[in-house]
């Protein structure tokens, strides 16, 4: 499976930006996509999830109500719409792949993602 990134940008603080994920190869395997995030000096961080079936978002509690995860399966992507961005948010952003193995929701941890995509830098100023 490979995971393509793409949207990150520079935008100022209550911004918003959309970034996107398409995979490609054995795309069956794959059971949830989502994001984490790494910013400078911090360790990886899980942002958000959806199950590839269900469609069901999960969330980290820094990001609820203001990050919308979404997806086409037609077109193997996924979608992450963030809205009142702040100077906190800036990270590299990474596209993640999680199988059938992973539990929903307690198993959204960076040792049980499968496949990873490059980052994507958001950024955003104050």
């Known amino acids: 499976v490979q995971l393509q990134a793409s949207g990150g940008g520079l935008v100022q603080a209550g911004g918003s930006l959309r970034l996107s994920c398409v995979a490609s190869?054995?795309?069956?395997?794959?059971?949830?996509l989502g994001w984490f995030r790494q910013a400078p000096g911090k360790e990886r961080e899980f942002v958000t999830a959806?199950?590839?079936?269900?469609?069901?978002?999960y969330y980290a509690d820094s990001v609820k109500d203001r990050f919308t995860i979404s997806r086409d399966n037609a077109k193997n992507t996924v979608y992450l719409q963030m809205i009142s961005l702040k100077p906190e948010d800036t990270a590299v952003y990474y596209c993640?792949?999680?199988?059938?193995?992973?539990?929903?929701?307690?198993?959204?941890?960076?040792?049980?993602?499968?496949?990873w995509g490059q980052g994507t830098q958001v950024t955003v100023s104050s």
């Open positions: 993640a792949a999680f199988d059938f193995r992973t539990p929903y929701g307690s198993g959204f941890n960076q040792d049980n993602v499968n496949y």
């Open positions: 190869g054995r795309t069956f395997s794959i059971n949830n």
């Open positions: 959806i199950n590839n079936i269900g469609g069901r978002p």
